[in-house]
C-alpha cells in the first residue's frame, strides 16, 4: 500500500483544457479515486511543443523555466499527462541543472528575464514526470491491481507512447526508449492484454500536420492499421497530440488512405480509470470522435 499521500504540482498543458477536455477529466477523476492529490499550476503557460526553440532556445527556456519554479515554489514535483509537454518541459529541466555547471550566466540570463516578470527563480530544484511514471514508480502497479474493480479481462491494448515521452530528454531511467514496457505492465495491472506493434514507440505524425498534411495521416493511418492488424481493440496514448492525431482526425485519415478504420482511442488515465470501476460518463469517453462503445460492450459496461 501507499503509506503517504503522494502531492503533486499538476501542469494539464494546453490540449487537455481544450480539445481533449476529457484527459484533464479523466486525470482528474483517476488522481481522486486513487488518492493522489493535484495542485493545479493555473498560472503556468503552454510548453511551446517544441517550437518555440524554433525561434529561440531562450524563449523555451525562460518560458518553461517559470513553469517548472511554479512547482518548485511548492517544493513538489511537476506532473503531467502530456507525452509532448514531458519531453519539452523535462528536457530544459536537464538542460539548465547542467547550466547552473557548466554555464551559470546562462541561468543568471533566464533568472533575469523571470524577475522582469516578477517570477520566482529557477532553482532546479525538483524533477518533471509523467503522469505514467507517476503511476508506475510512486504509486506502484501492485497497488493499482489491488484497487481494481472492473478486471479489463480480455481487452486488448495497443500503446501509443508518442516520441517526446521517449526520446525527448537524454536520461530515461524507468523504460527503454526503443523497448518499452511500463504501458504494457499497465494494461496487465488491470488484466487488459497488451498487444505488440512496430509502430508504438514511432511519431504519430501530428507535427507534419500542418505543413504535409497526407504524410501526417499516411503515418497515423499505417499505426492504426498495424495495431488492428495484430488484433488490438483499442489504442491507448499518455499525450493528448497522439490522441489528436489517431483519434480526432482518424476520418480524415480514413479518407486519406482509404481504408475504413474506426479503432477507438483511449487516454491513459481513462482505461485505468475503468478497471476502477469510474463511469464512462465521468471520464468523458462520449467526447471522441471514433466511437467507444465497441471497448465498452467488450468489458460489459
Known amino acids: 500500500m501507499v503509506s503517504q499521500t503522494l502531492k503533486y504540482a499538476y501542469f494539464p498543458g ?9 484527459l484533464h477529466q479523466s486525470t482528474q477523476a483517476l488522481s481522486q479515486a486513487l488518492g493522489i492529490e493535484l495542485i493545479e499550476l493555473k498560472k503556468a503557460a503552454c510548453c511551446g511543443s517544441g517550437t518555440f526553440k524554433e525561434d529561440s532556445q531562450l524563449l523555451e527556456d525562460t518560458v518553461n523555466a517559470r513553469n517548472i519554479a511554479l512547482a518548485e515554489s511548492l517544493n513538489l514535483p511537476l506532473l503531467t499527462h502530456c507525452s ?25 540570463q533566464v533568472n533575469g528575464l523571470l524577475k522582469k516578470e516578477n517570477c520566482s527563480p529557477y532553482q532546479g530544484s525538483t524533477e518533471v514526470q509523467h503522469l505514467l511514471y507517476a503511476l508506475v514508480k510512486d504509486y506502484g502497479l501492485a497497488e ?3 484497487r481494481v474493480t472492473r478486471k479489463l479481462t480480455n481487452l486488448k491494448c495497443a500503446a501509443f507512447y508518442g516520441c517526446y515521452l521517449l526520446r525527448g530528454q537524454k536520461t530515461m531511467l524507468l523504460d527503454d526508449p526503443f523497448q518499452p514496457e511500463a504501458m504494457e ?42 495495431a488492428l492488424a495484430n488484433g488490438a481493440d483499442c489504442l491507448v496514448t499518455p499525450c493528448p497530440l497522439c490522441h489528436l492525431n489517431l483519434d480526432s482526425r ?3 485519415v ?33 467526447r471522441h470522435i471514433i466511437s467507444t462503445k ?5 468489458l460489459g459496461i
Open 14 to 22: 494546453c490540449v487537455a483544457q481544450g480539445a481533449c477536455r476529457e
Open 250 to 252: 482518424q476520418p480524415e
Open 294 to 298: 465497441p471497448v465498452l460492450e467488450k
Open 84 to 108: 509532448t509537454c514531458q519531453g519539452v518541459i523535462g528536457h530544459v529541466n536537464e538542460r539548465l541543472k547542467e547550466c547552473q555547471n557548466s554555464n551559470p550566466t546562462y541561468i543568471d
Open 254 to 286: 480514413e479518407k486519406v488512405i482509404g481504408q475504413k478504420l474506426g479503432l477507438p482511442v483511449l487516454h491513459l488515465p481513462q482505461l485505468i480509470a475503468l478497471a476502477l470501476g469510474i463511469s464512462p460518463q465521468e471520464l468523458g469517453l462520449d
Open 185 to 226: 505492465n499497465v494494461f496487465r495491472a488491470v488484466d487488459a492484454t497488451p498487444i505488440y506493434y512496430r509502430g508504438r514507440t514511432q511519431c504519430c505524425g501530428w507535427p507534419l500536420a500542418s505543413y504535409a498534411t497526407t504524410e501526417s495521416f499516411k503515418m497515423a493511418g499505417m499505426h492504426i492499421q498495424e
Open 144 to 146: 493499482i491491481t489491488r
